[in-house]
């Protein structure tokens, strides 16, 4: 499966500059405190629950949307303890949204494991995530910050909004980009979107450095799930801990099949129909998929769109003055672009 | 099947004067509000959230644990209006609840309706549940007390973790009635108790009155489920909206299961090993397990145990000064202790 993907080439798309590191060291210190916390909080006298979280907890996610909530809070200025625990509990909302979802899209992995509804079933997966999204609010009001608390329950309404939105165009391959961008911005964006703007919020920053840091997380948010949709056709599997073509088999409406579905002609629509709308895969059928891709060059201008969402939200940092926190912040989304090649 | 149930008789158990109707009186203002901001609350432009939602909402629940909260923070001297917010968010973390239980218990009946996840799927349950939520907690921090907020937050981490538990000791007969009272202590008495506790809360009352809100709120609940555990063996399927056995039928350990299994001989415990445990059920076997509950009393020993903790409830109610709230909040108890009789 290594080279089934498609391989794409821009020129000058590629920023081999592009990397986390400054973020990472910009907020080591404080993510092991997250980290601490994380452990801490996972546990229960129920046995189950430490078990079933530390499955998702120790498999190597990035834990960028923590990242995030700390380097907002440095850009911002913030001197206290608090943005540590909102980290964790944006962390938490985030585990609590991948169970449930595995349960929603019937997946049997996650970061390259089996996924915990397969190894614990999915009665576990949804109340454990039930628990880790109790103990994210118990969190945040420990911190105390109304207004923090007013983003992130924001964010998780907004959240499930998106995953029944997507429920219910699942299978539509009617789905236009616009309905599309709308899903990915409350299931996906909200919670970057949320995770940035809780810096200045507990910072009690003026209004405008919220929203600059709001728009910064969407528009980060919406380019990280749209280049996550282009690597499900062209990706390298070993690399990213998930198959080529998961979002395939599991008959997904993502950008990359409503550009190529839109682009093609009636046979190729056909295609498209059998495959995700009617569930009908056979073999071979991946391989054309991204067949289709590559000649309607869908991947290609997945990752274009991304990058215009990168570029506004690199922009939306523009009114902070140059420092770490803020270089950091804007080579996160080179970096989130660029793992596309 | 209306006939089914064990007869209880017991001599001076029975008080037909208990009734909700002081504390429907009390409360039916407030209630007015709270419904309002159900409604208000349960909207999206997501045609399935409203639509199942309101399969809920409108399902006729009586809306016990919203009522707590309004007599609790009248019987606080509340003067303020979060009261009526906090009560909606009450209602809809218990939907949510219900909605996830649901899944979990994979039910097709639910106040003698097709359950949600029946109708709408299981994807669709998770998904709602996880946006009532959502919704309940943005109510929350509009309403602006940390207090109640913890209280909440509390609640719902403990009621996921009894949830965890709960489907941890499924299907095993070893269950001890210890074990089954922390069960329902944590996933249905935390939230009785919170709803009652930010009574108080939210009119800054000192910690005994908030300590007895709570301690009432908590022996009512573990009174409510093990009544609501007799009579799904005991009870009049057409006007409890639930049908005789469906506990059985689902293989729920509950205390009167506990009880018999208990005190009965050998072939006893096959019986329940077998349909309980081993979940195979046979035409006659609910017709069995009901004159096993007759031969041993099991359900007026689970009765006897809800009138303890209903007497604890009460008592906890002593000292405040007599009031409306307070005899409201009494003849609650003896009101679901006696929907058994």
Known sequence: MRTLGVVVSIDGARDPAASLQPLLDLVSAEMAGVNRIILDKAVSDIELIPTLAHHLIDSGGKRLRPMLTIAAAKLSGYTGQGHVRLAAAVEFMHTATLLHDDVVDESDVRRGKASARRLWGNQASVLVGDFLLGQ??????????????????????????????????????????????????????????????????????????????????????????????????????ARLGKSVGDDFREGKITLPVILCYRRGNDTERDFWQRTLSGGDIRDGDLEHAISLMRRHKAIEATLERARHYGAIASDALAIFPESAPRSALAEAVAFCIARAH
């Open 136 to 237: 994210a609010f118990r969190m945040m009001v420990d911190v105390g910050s109304l207004s923090a608390l007013r983003i992130l329950s924001n964010a998780a309404a907004v959240i499930a909004e998106g995953e029944v939105m997507q429920l219910s165009a699942a299978k539509n391959m009617g789905t236009t980009e616009d309905e599309y961008l709308a899903i990915i911005n409350a299931k996906t964006a909200a919670l970057f979107s949320a995770a940035a703007e809780v810096g200045p919020a507990i910072a009690s920053r003026p209004a405008d450095e919220q929203a600059a840091l709001r728009s910064y997380g969407r528009n980060l948010g919406v380019a990280f799930q749209l280049v996550d949709d282009a690597l499900d056709y062209a990706g390298d599997s």
